[in-house]
């Protein structure tokens, strides 16, 4: 054996094994995973395939990596995954020339390629089941996940999640170029490494060095005869050593670089969640979205810092309930096509003189995402949690303070014709227009009628004929203008006991092409009348096509509350007042039909509440 080239094989494996730490980090893009854990992973990940069957290695590493964090092992496995398509891509592209330099030695050339080849194969077939059948794929595969529980379904979730985020920023120009030239790099110093070692163990042919890479990729040390593959202790010395040595060389590094062990005791997961409910729902809404930029723009805005809660509603905005080194906060973001309607938000707020609402901290405005930190308030929540704790008279006594502030802020000021005629045409008939292709594609029957608890109910189309056979701009035109808030939902409504009116306002939303007293009443009758912040509670069985059953889990204290409303509204508004708020509160149903196409369950329980408001209506006039 020639000791000068079989430790310069070590040196260049030992090189190869770095660069591919490097690629490492680069595809599974965490900003504080440092170089020490990822390349850590990859030595002792590499021991273990030689101890364990199946390259369970693979594992280990991703446990390493994780420090026992969920998250970050799911993390890890997708971007190891994805690492091992783009090394059998690489292998496969080698094999024409491979199979004439072996002398067609088929065998060989099989052994080596076929690990990669099935699971680039199984892998791609995936793929183009989820793009060429969206609907189909995610149809089977959620009703594989409904027997299991909802901690697996997470973490099927996250892998999912992760895997295809990796797989789509790898696939930019950039940073692909950058991927295939490390690479490129890693692979050069193994096949220098792997000639090195064979021409010190006086094998020079490349029919022996295709027999020596099939050892290496199946750790194999025993030929067809059952007899050692050249020098077993060789071999073991050339795939241990510079696993060791980077084991070792970063251990050293560690202890007496305090820069270093300072910024592995930072490290994080770039987005955190503090429990387990914010998560699910975050990679259960991705994974039913489309959205392509979600996981991109939503890291943006959460890096470094805790996500408490997500307490978004039903809009395209979102809020969420965060920590970071400057405390906690309601955090406020958007992107895409409600962008602007954000930034408009954000300017109101910033500018707002009323001390309803809650005052800015920090925001950030780009071309591409707005978000902004509202100020958050210890022992304030808001006011549909509240119900669970709060007594029946503050509960109505705060409805009764809101009520009091809207009507001071009232006007004999009404609307424009325009502003009422196109309040109507976009949120009323675009959307009922949008709910039957929603309703048909989804396989609902529009001509039968619907089911609902037992109870008969007219067909879809006749709900909304009948629905749509009212003259809103007749009744909306008497409308008084107000510009109070908005969304005047219960989410948006936060019980504060420390304030003499017993509650602050957050999330307004000014941009509505219609605002009126009625329209800002209807937003609390509609949580308090269809229980839209309960919707997740609601248990719906669907027995047969249009044949539901229906439960909502929900306080009692909503009905009261409800209740309550009816009487004060009676004492203070006219009969065509209380209508227009009941019809505000349908309408407010039907303007979150474009942000339900791909929840389900969302979809149903809106369906069934406004077939049984616009019944309901219809039988009370």
Request: hydrophobic share 45%; glycine share 4%.
């Amino acid at each position: 054996m020639n000791l000068l080239l079989f430790l310069n094989s070590l040196f260049l494996v030992f090189i190869g094994h770095l660069f591919r730490g490097k690629r490492f980090n680069i595809i599974i893009d965490e900003k504080n995973l440092s170089n020490k854990i990822t390349n850590n992973s990859i030595a002792v990940g590499y021991i273990f395939n030689l101890i364990l069957p199946i390259r369970l290695g693979e594992l280990v590493r991703a446990i390493i990596i994780s420090k026992n964090n969920i998250q970050k092992f799911t993390n890890a496995l997708s971007a190891i995954i994805i690492e091992r398509i783009f090394d059998g891509i690489f292998i496969i592209l080698l094999v024409p020339i491979l199979y004439i330099f072996s002398q067609k030695n088929e065998a060989l050339i099989l052994n080596l390629v076929l690990p990669y080849l099935v699971l680039i194969i199984f892998f791609f077939l995936t793929l183009f089941l989820l793009i060429s059948a969206p609907n189909f794929a995610k149809s089977v595969v959620l009703k594989i996940l409904s027997k299991f529980s909802d901690e697996i379904n997470i973490h099927f979730y996250r892998f999912i999640f992760k895997t295809v985020n990796i797989l789509k920023m790898q696939m930019k120009f950039n940073a692909l170029k950058k991927l295939l030239i490390i690479s490129l790099m890693m692979w050069s110093f193994y096949i220098l490494a792997y000639i090195s070692l064979l021409s010190s163990l006086q094998q020079r042919s490349v029919e022996g060095m295709l027999e020596l890479l099939n050892n290496l990729f199946t750790f194999s040390f025993v030929d067809k005869d059952h007899e050692i593959s050249y020098s077993g202790i060789n071999l073991t010395i050339f795939l241990l050593v510079p696993p060791i040595f980077i084991i070792v060389f970063s251990q050293i590094k560690y202890r007496y670089n305090s820069k270093l062990n300072s910024k592995d005791a930072k490290e994080t997961n770039g987005i955190f969640f503090s429990n387990f409910e914010t998560e699910h729902h975050f990679y259960d809404s991705y994974f039913r979205s489309r959205n392509r930029e979600f996981y991109l723009n939503y890291k943006k805005i959460f890096e470094g810092c805790e996500i408490i809660s997500d307490e978004s509603g039903s809009s395209g905005a979102f809020t969420a309930i965060i920590k970071n080194d400057l405390g906690r906060f309601h955090r406020k973001y958007a992107f895409g096509e409600h962008l602007e309607s954000l930034r408009k938000q954000l300017i109101f707020l910033q500018n707002t003189k009323s001390s309803k609402f809650v005052s800015i901290e920090s925001f950030k405005a780009t071309n591409s995402i707005v978000s902004f930190d509202m100020e958050y308030k210890d022992e304030c929540v808001p006011l549909y949690k509240a119900c669970e704790y709060v007594s029946n008279d503050k509960l109505f006594q705060i409805l009764e303070n809101i009520f009091t502030d809207i009507f001071l802020q009232c006007s004999e000021v009404k609307n424009s014709p325009e502003a009422v005629s196109n309040y109507v045409k976009y949120k009323i008939s675009n959307n009922i227009a949008l709910g039957y292709e929603y309703y048909s594609y989804f396989g609902i029957d529009m001509t039968s009628s619907i089911v609902i608890n037992g109870t008969k109910y007219p067909p879809v189309q006749k709900i909304m004929e009948i629905f749509q056979n009212i003259d809103f701009e007749e009744i909306f035109c008497q409308d008084l203008k107000v510009d109070f808030h908005g969304d005047l939902t219960l989410e948006n409504i936060i019980w504060d006991p420390n304030v003499q009116s017993q509650y602050y306002l957050i999330d307004p939303n000014l941009s509505q092409i219609f605002n009126s007293l009625e329209c800002e009443i209807g937003k609390i009758y509609q949580s308090l009348k269809f229980n839209y912040e309960h919707y997740k509670s609601a248990d719906i069985n669907v027995l047969s096509r249009n044949n539901y059953k229906f439960t909502l889990n929900y306080s009692d204290k909503y009905s009261k509350m409800k209740n309550h409303l009816d009487d004060f509204l009676l004492k203070r508004l006219t009969d065509r007042s209380r209508l227009s708020v009941q019809l505000h509160s349908l309408v407010h149903l039907l303007r979150i039909f474009p942000y339900v196409k791909n929840d389900h369950a969302k979809r149903d329980f809106l369906l069934i509440q406004l077939i049984i408001g616009i019944q309901d209506l219809n039988l009370s006039q």
